[in-house]
Every structure is written in structure tokens, then in C-alpha cells.
């Protein structure tokens, strides 16, 4: 019988959601080493790891973190599949590791992440499914000098997100029975060691991903209203109902 995610190796049942105290972390043009280009250094990131098995439900609600907190959501896997298409040499050999179930080079990924967040022009960011071992988390961190706020993990067993996996229809060449099974065990022998490390210092904030998608919001909400009490101006505000007078 196949394990839940959290099963594996921890226990992170002592997390409720509760107020979060949330800071952000001042960077400057001196972090970026590789002369590709820097941070603004007036401008503060912050930024959040959401973390999941495949089929977890990650995508789904960094989408509505975007649209009630402000965030920039970045994916990991779609910054990657985006340079497979590219065509590059970089995305051939992407491509091949992940057919083969195993974790891109970090050195890839995090330039990838970097440059997303130089061209964003946001300064608060959601990044999905990253990091998604040891390597991933030390490199992000040395590059960036950056520490995540938190990290946000959904919890869902693998039966689960088996199914969700095999009954969605997005045409992705990894979401085949045999890919989705390599998946889940690369995420459980690399990703819950990056989970755990934050776990011990103390900024994992664990989610129930077995319930239905606006009742996980509801969880996921909680944990970040800090964030819309202290920046009223990342509510969305719907233009086409507002009246100006």
C-alpha cells in the first residue's frame, strides 16, 4: 500500500494554521554574481515554496494566491517545459531527465527562477514545486540570498493524486502511469528532506489537500491574510464594477 506523502518521513501534524508572522528579506545588486543582471536594491522579494506531491493541487491554488494576494506565481515545471519548447539544448536535455523521472540540474532551474523574478516586476512571489531536493534549496538561496517566508506544503496521498493525474487532460507527455509513479518516487526520496529541513526551523505550514478546491482555499487563505493586512493594495480590484465618479 502506498504512503502519504507526509508518512514517508516526518510528522508535521503539530502546524496549525495560525497568525503567521512574516517578514521580508532586503536584497541588493551585489547578490547576483553571474552578471546576467540583479535585483533592484531598493526592491525586497519575498517569496514562498509551495511544495506537493504531483497532482496535490499546487497549480490550482497558487492561482488563487495570485488573484486575492498579489503574488507572482512562478512553476518550476513550467519555466522548464516553456525552455523544452524553446527548443534549446538545455530544453532537449530537460526533457529527456524528466521522461526518466529524474531532478534537472539545480544550476538550470534556478536561472530560470532567477530570471523570471528579474523580469517580473513584483516583488512577492509564489514558486511551485521548487525546491525540489537539497541541491535545489542550497542553490536557490546561494544565488538569490534569499530565504523563503514559509513554506506551504499540500498533503495529499499518492492514491490520490494518482487519479488526478490520470483524469486530467492537459496533454503533458509526463502524465502517463509509468512517468506519474517515477514521480511520486523521486518526490518522496528528494523533495521531503527539503520539507523536513524547513520543518526544524519551524516555517512549514502544512494544508489538507483531500478536500474539496475552495475549502482548501479557505485553509490556505488563513495563512496568508498577514500579507493583505499589511498591503491593502494587493486586493484585486475588478475595473469593470467599479464605478468612478
Known amino acids: 500500500m502506498r504512503r502519504n506523502a507526509s508518512e514517508s518521513k516526518i510528522s508535521l501534524s503539530h502546524f496549525a ?6 517578514m521580508e528579506t532586503p536584497i541588493n545588486s551585489s547578490m547576483i554574481q553571474d552578471g546576467n543582471g540583479a535585483f533592484p536594491g531598493d526592491k525586497k522579494i519575498t517569496v514562498v515554496f509551495v511544495l506537493g506531491g504531483p497532482g496535490s493541487g499546487k497549480g490550482t491554488q497558487c492561482s488563487k494566491i495570485v488573484e486575492n494576494f498579489g503574488f507572482t506565481h512562478l512553476s518550476a515545471g513550467d519555466l522548464l517545459r516553456a525552455e523544452i519548447k524553446s527548443g534549446s539544448e538545455n530544453g532537449t536535455m530537460i526533457s529527456n531527465m524528466i521522461k526518466e523521472g529524474k531532478i534537472v540540474p539545480s544550476e538550470v532551474t534556478v536561472e530560470l527562477l532567477r530570471k523570471a523574478i528579474l523580469e517580473s516586476g513584483n516583488n512577492k512571489f509564489v514558486i511551485d514545486g521548487f525546491p525540489r531536493n537539497e541541491e535545489n534549496r542550497v542553490a536557490f538561496e546561494n544565488v538569490t540570498k534569499l530565504e ?3 513554506i506551504l506544503f499540500f498533503d495529499c496521498p499518492e492514491e490520490e493524486m494518482e487519479q488526478r493525474l490520470l483524469g486530467r487532460n492537459q496533454g503533458r507527455d509526463d502524465d ?3 512517468t506519474i509513479r517515477k514521480r511520486f518516487g523521486v518526490f518522496i526520496e528528494s523533495s521531503l528532506p527539503v ?3 524547513y520543518d526544524q526551523k519551524g516555517k512549514v505550514r502544512k494544508i489538507d489537500a483531500m478536500k474539496p478546491i475552495d475549502d482548501v482555499f479557505e485553509d490556505v487563505k488563513a495563512i496568508f491574510a498577514p500579507f493583505l493586512a499589511k498591503d491593502d493594495s494587493s486586493c484585486p480590484i475588478d475595473v469593470t464594477s467599479t464605478n468612478i465618479l
Open 195 to 197: 520539507i523536513e529541513y
Open 176 to 178: 502517463n502511469i509509468e
Open 148 to 150: 523563503p517566508e514559509f
Open 17 to 22: 494554521i495560525q497568525n503567521i508572522a512574516l
